[in-house]
């Protein structure tokens, strides 16, 4: 092939039969992410990411700025959505103009930048982005160059907001799950610390969760008791939805690790219950001796695994103030004996021994489903800046991209077979379909791939969301 034909730039590959296959990167805007439209669709619904905007405040002088705040964090939670961790992706995605349509841009193509050097390039890059996480505390107008605060506090009692929001009506009972997970890191990070149980450096961040929403993601050192801090943070939601719903049940849930005599006491005193995984020791396997050995002789006759109930009254010796009921499970499999216990202030009569242990604690299970989309699915543990404060603010983006994505898969998949799928099944699915986009005076097209496999689910998706007004911000 001459060089002069325009033909030159293309890639031969294997022919298909008698048909050559060539590639080029001449298709125009194309982008991967053309499924975002439904992000922004229950972003105008919601104003999920413009209420966790208003959490910054920006001393930034306003006529010297082209990226405002509300497109700077729109941008970096979209982004993450989508699946892009890494604030060094965005070096590339300033091109895309249907990111920059997501975000907001008037002009998608970024031809309206002043600077030469930034023409085509609608969005922030890195350098611009990095304000959000490593600006410090302290930080007013006459800082040098980072001059985006976050208001940590206002970040905390915002997702609090946005699960009332998403409830038009009080629910019958509220259950919190607590847990706390490891957020392994791998620099000099501060706040590093090696961690027994998990045997490695990592952070030990606090997650609550009621059923699918996200109430809170706090970062800590991972030198400190799995419940450290944990009262201050329930304390502060449960007064929050008790201020809007005050006759409204309220459960914790966690395991043994948030046994502690604080959370317990505490619950007691104000009228919360709570159901909460406790230690096996010597005086409680005393207890159930009678019911381990019966346990195992139904195993011997019948080699199935045989499971006993009971309810017991137990003090500890001298870290626990009162008495409370516990729940044993004496339980004999292949492996052998395993029996487990919970500490619970619900009634008996309401609450009988198996139901409460296999349907009220055993439901906590579904908690960690929803931290594992978290970790591993929109870059909770991408926790590699130098400081706390700003891995904290990176916890927080990642969490509010769950809550953006929970919020189409409650709002627009209802109905649908993605009705409770995953975050990584939402994004491979409905938001990774091949688009070309193209920007006119009057319209930006966006031309979805015609072979699409869920272009069903998307319309659903869409024609359910499309029939929604926008929620009214009570809070």
Not at 76 to 105: F, I, M, S, W
Not at 167 to 180: C, E, F, K, N, S
Not at 221 to 230: R, T, Y
């Amino acid at each position: 092939m001459p060089l002069d034909d325009p033909r030159s730039s293309y890639l031969d590959f294997s022919p298909l039969g008698a048909r050559q296959v060539v590639a080029g990167f001449d298709g125009g805007d194309i982008s991967s992410d053309g499924g975002g439209l439904l992000l922004r669709k229950v972003e105008q619904l919601t104003s999920i990411i413009g209420q966790f905007a208003a959490c910054f405040v920006d001393h930034r002088a306003p006529k010297l700025i082209e990226h405002p705040l509300e497109h700077l964090v729109a941008q970096r939670v979209y982004a993450l959505a989508l699946g892009y961790e890494d604030l060094n992706d965005h070096d590339d995605l300033r091109h895309d103009p249907l990111l920059a349509t997501l975000v907001g841009k008037l002009d998608p193509t970024g031809q309206s930048r002043s600077r030469k050097r930034d023409k085509g390039k609608a969005l922030a890059g890195k350098s611009t982005l990095n304000r959000l996480e490593l600006t410090p505390v302290g930080a007013d107008s006459d800082a040098r160059y980072k001059k985006i605060a976050c208001r940590t506090h206002d970040v905390e009692d915002l997702f609090t907001d946005l699960f009332l929001q998403a409830h038009p009506t009080p629910p019958g009972r509220i259950v919190l799950d607590l847990d706390a997970t490891d957020d392994p890191i791998h620099g000099r990070q501060l706040g590093r610390f090696f961690h027994g149980y998990y045997k490695n450096y990592c952070y030990l961040p606090l997650y609550i969760f009621c059923g699918d929403h996200l109430l809170c993601a706090r970062l800590r050192p991972s030198d400190i008791d799995a419940s450290a801090g944990s009262l201050k943070q329930v304390k502060r939601i449960v007064e929050r939805l008790r201020r809007t719903w005050p006759g409204v049940p309220i459960v914790i849930r966690a395991d043994s690790g948030f046994c502690r005599e604080p959370i317990m006491s505490w619950c007691e005193a104000n009228d919360v219950d709570y159901v909460l995984g406790l230690a096996q020791n010597k005086r409680l396997l005393r207890l159930i001796a009678g019911d381990l050995a019966e346990a195992k002789q139904r195993f011997d006759a019948t080699k199935e695994p045989a499971r006993i109930f009971s309810d017991l009254s137990y003090k500890t010796l001298d870290t626990w103030s009162r008495q409370r009921r516990v729940v044993a499970k004496a339980e004999h499999l292949e492996k052998g004996p395993n029996p487990r216990f919970v500490v619970t202030s619900l009634d008996p009569k309401g609450h009988p021994a198996q139901p409460l242990y296999e349907v009220d604690y055993c439901g906590r299970g579904e908690m960690e489903n929803r931290i594992k989309e978290q970790q591993l699915h929109l870059f909770a543990d991408r926790t590699s800046a130098a400081t706390m404060r700003a891995n904290q603010i990176r916890l927080y983006l990642s969490s509010i991209a769950y809550v953006l994505l929970e919020s189409l898969r409650r709002l627009g998949l209802a109905g649908t077979e993605m009705a409770e799928a995953q975050c990584q099944t939402i994004r491979l699915k409905l938001l990774k379909i091949g688009a070309l986009v193209q920007v006119t005076v009057r319209r930006v097209w966006v031309r979805l791939a015609s072979s699409c496999p869920s272009a069903g689910v998307f319309r659903q998706a869409f024609a359910d969301l499309d029939r929604l007004r926008p929620l009214r911000l009570r809070c």
